[in-house]
């Protein structure tokens, strides 16, 4: 949850900030509208949105966002399990048209950072003073054989919520007792790490109310993951008999290496096939295309970026952040990015005015759910900071749940998790309406 202590870091922060835009006469605002362009109107782009336009409205912001309804990611897992609707991950772009933002329906396609402007699919051009990227995640489909965009739509991803979300799920209702689910999990660093373990513990969820037969295996190409003790814990005390997990170790690399569609068979690096009647294959990820074609990617096609303000370390003049940005031990969390999003605004106002931005600081939080009111979290606040003589993310104050916890704690999780879920819609959508709205 965006606790006391980060509203008042924040207020802290933005405070300096508006004092600066009211105080400083800073030649981009005082000759006209600045133009912020973002690119990706997500849990990154949009905290950065609200926030410009909500501490200096003079201010000219164009979120470029490909989709009409943003379906979060987050907390899709529960959708699985039946501990939310799928209508409640479901977002408009309202709240932040209200507030005066242009939320242009369109894609991406070329960025050109000296000339400063960005190409849409649509046809048009759009100019910028300040360049903000937050496109989330792309996939790396030549990583496994025989997988590409046409093959999710029979072996879903479900990795970008929304058809995909829905598609899982429609395969998991139609499947017969007794059926077999594979879930194939890549190696680090992808889109929220506990996202897979926490969408195996809804999977076998709904199995065990639904197709007790049934069974969950999965594939995963790493020999440790995050909150693994407490996960563990949960797939024996609740999913024994239906989840079949199989962490890479010595003898056996369960790295997914092809997969086939029409036989929906897959085939690990240690040569084992299996059949499955649901296949859920997590696909090896990158940053989005647009952050990759603007040059900002390194050759793992990942962005680096400056620790103090989420600048692109490779390209001048853009700010790369959210699941796009490679930023140390800091996971690719809406948590993260929301944090980051804050910063990245806070950066952009000093720029314009000529304020100073404050220290920046970062915190992650990351709930897993793992059956009806036990969650778990893990977390940590991360400051900048120097590694041999390299600027990076120092990580503080970490905190992560671990086996035997009481009843009691795990249902505060729990409640936790859902008022942070209504805050940072609010906070990155300007969207009030989750927080009266129920799971
Ligand atoms: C199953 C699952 C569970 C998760 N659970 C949690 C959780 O419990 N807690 C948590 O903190 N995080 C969770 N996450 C992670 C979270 O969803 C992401 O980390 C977060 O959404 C990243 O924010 P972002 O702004 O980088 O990307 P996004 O929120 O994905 O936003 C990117 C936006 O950019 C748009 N876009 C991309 N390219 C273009 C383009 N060229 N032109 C126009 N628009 C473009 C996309 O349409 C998208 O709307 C989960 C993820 C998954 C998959």
Redesign the pocket.
Known sequence: MIDRREFGRLLGGMALVTSGVRAVTAPALATGKAKVVI????????TVARILKTEAPQLDVTI????EI?T??????HFFGGFRSFASLQHSYDGLRKLGITVAN????DIDVSGKTVKLAGGGTLAFDQLVL????GFNYSAIEGYSAEAAEILPH????GSQTLLLMQQLEAMDDGGVVIMTVPGNPY??PP?PY??ACMIAHYLKMHKPKSKLVILDAKTTFSKQGAFEEAFDKYYSGIIDLNLTNEIDDFRVVRVDANTREVETASGLKLKGAVVNVIPVQTA???AIAAGCADAKGWCPIKPQNFASALVDGVYV????AIANDMP??????NSQGRVVAADILAALTGGEPGVARYR?T???LLAADDSIKIGADYTPGEKDGKPILVPHDPFVSQKGETAEMRRKNYAE?LAWYHAIISDAFNDNAALTQKG
Request: proline share 2%.
């Open positions: 690119v990706g109107g997500g849990a990154g782009g949009g470029v966002e490909k989709r943003y979060s990611c987050f907390n899709s897992n369109d894609i991406a396609t937050s496109p989330g995640i479900a990795w970008t919520a889109r929220c996202g926490e969408r989005g295309e647009i952040l959210g699941d796009s690719k969390s809406a948590y993260s990015a992650n990351c709930w897993s998790g």
